[in-house]
């Protein structure tokens, strides 16, 4: 596909994730705006708000400043008039890097990654400049360059992996080719690793994922009386119910990724000095967000057990690698040359696993990173899972896991050359067939049976003589 045809289609991509990022929000804020002010809303006030929204939503920190008469009214201490938001809801950045990562991959297979990953960061860098450079209000603020570069880098950063490991996967001619080509042509399964550490992570990766949400979902069940129990204590219309609801559902990715942590063992903090996890859970006065109402008072014991799932998470991964790696194809008809054994792969297998359980645990501390932050002010400046912990406690787990499987001593397989080496077996040869006994062929008849050996006498037959009588 032709150069400029790439670029028109990768800018194209990085207008349509902005817009759709951007209509996200402006749409329940605008209900919000007619439903709720009617008559005296601010519509100039409209644009700034839902600009905020898209770029705290990609994972720009959000400074708040309370008007004065606001904090009279509600009794708030002055000092806590500014804080800082950066729990961010990870729904939106979701979005952004999937619609980055599928741009990628459009851009790897027209032949011209290169060029898309460029062209789209730049016009997604530019649009993120241009929401940067109209909006702005005094209740809630941004730094510049943070809101211009970290929605850039959410953007860019999966467009480049999703352009590369489609490069990597399906590209015949190019620099990641050959370099995939060199790799792949190591000996003794050492081409095959980089591969097989990014199937075996990425395994790892999506089941911790769905087993933080399943967590999560668990609790929300046990629970859900006092998430309702919240739910009224807002005496929140249905208006307001629906725009807690929407802002809940944003924060569904973070808070899979605490259910996460929770399951990994080392669980999370929903503000200084607390702490949710298996062993124990310690919870101080927290915000009357209706969803935080899922959390546990108390724990017990056996749910430490939660941490042999990541565990059985890394053998799972092993087995799958496991079944690429140990089976190489054998030739039939190839004689095997003077010394010709089967190369050793425990060291390849050991790179494997310990690969996979370095990868895990980074892409891990990542996720925890993201999906921590600051609420509010004072002790709620402390939420959200800690990197190094999570980090420590999923790799550990994910290579006990894989090492078990990768490392395990395994019967060889019975391959084409070991059943080509076996003597033949000669098949048995039939019975021998036994001619039935014939009557004596009468004068001038040929015998019956055609296999018989014996003439027949065609001439008259001589009479026995007699004997005399006495």
């Not at 994972?59 to 950066?86: E, K, M, N, R």
């Not at 005094?138 to 953007?155: K, S, T």
């Not at 790892?204 to 998430?227: C, P, Y």
């Not at 009468?442 to 001589?462: E, F, Q």
């Amino acid at each position: 596909m032709h150069r400029l045809i790439v670029v028109i289609l990768a800018a194209v991509d990085a207008a349509i994730t902005a817009a759709v990022g951007i209509a996200a929000t402006l749409a329940p804020l605008t209900l919000l705006w007619v439903l709720s002010l009617g008559g005296t809303a601010d519509w100039g006030a409209l644009w700034p708000a839902g600009a905020v929204v898209w770029q705290f939503g990609n994972l720009v920190p959000v400074q708040v400043t309370l008007p004065g008469d606001y904090l009279a009214v509600a009794g708030i201490d002055p000092g806590a008039a500014s804080f800082v938001l950066s729990l961010a809801p990870l729904a939106f950045a979701g979005f952004t890097a999937i619609s980055a990562a599928r741009s990628g991959v459009r851009a790897s297979r027209a032949e011209s990654w290169v060029t898309g990953v460029i062209a789209g960061s730049l016009v997604f860098a530019a649009l993120a400049a241009l929401i940067a450079l109209s909006s702005g209000t005094g209740l809630a603020a941004v730094n510049g360059w943070q809101a211009i570069l970290f929605p850039a880098l959410v953007f860019s950063i999966p467009l480049l992996i999703g352009a590369a490991v489609t490069e990597w996967c399906e590209a015949g001619s190019g620099f990641v080719a050959r370099l995939r080509d060199r790799i792949e042509a190591f000996p003794h399964g050492w081409g095959e690793v980089p591969g097989l550490i990014a199937r075996g992570s990425a395994v790892v990766l999506v089941g911790l994922f769905g087993l933080g949400a399943l967590a999560f979902a668990v609790a929300l069940v046990l629970r859900g009386g006092e998430v309702i129990a919240l739910f009224e204590a807002a005496h929140v219309d249905v208006l307001g119910a629906a725009v807690v609801t929407l802002a809940q559902l944003a924060y569904l990715p973070t808070l899979a990724i605490w259910g996460m942590a929770f399951v990994a063992g080392p669980g999370f903090a929903v503000g200084t000095g607390t702490a949710v996890s298996p062993a124990g859970t310690q919870l101080g006065l927290i915000p009357g967000i209706p969803v935080l109402g899922a959390l546990p008072e108390s724990t017990t014991p056996w749910l430490l057990l939660l941490a042999l799932l990541p565990v059985a998470l890394g053998a799972l991964a092993g087995w799958i690698v496991r079944s690429r790696l140990v089976a190489p194809a054998v030739v039939a008809d190839a004689e095997p040359a003077a010394g010709d054994e089967q190369p050793d792969r425990i060291g390849a297998q050991a790179a494997i696993a310990f690969g996979i359980a370095v990868l895990s645990a980074a892409t891990a501390a990542a996720l925890s990173a993201l999906a921590s932050g600051s609420i509010g002010p004072g002790r709620l400046a402390e939420v959200g899972p800690q990197p190094g912990a999570v980090a420590l406690a999923v790799g550990v787990e994910v290579l006990l896991g894989a090492a078990i499987l990768l490392l395990s001593p395994r019967r060889p397989a019975k391959t084409a050359r070991a059943r080509d080496a076996a003597p033949p077996v000669t098949p048995a040869p039939p019975p021998e067939r036994v001619p039935e006994p014939q009557p004596a062929a009468s004068a001038g008849r040929l015998p019956t049976d055609p296999d018989s050996t014996a003439t027949a006498d065609l001439g008259p037959r001589r009479p026995t003589p007699l004997p005399p009588l006495d």
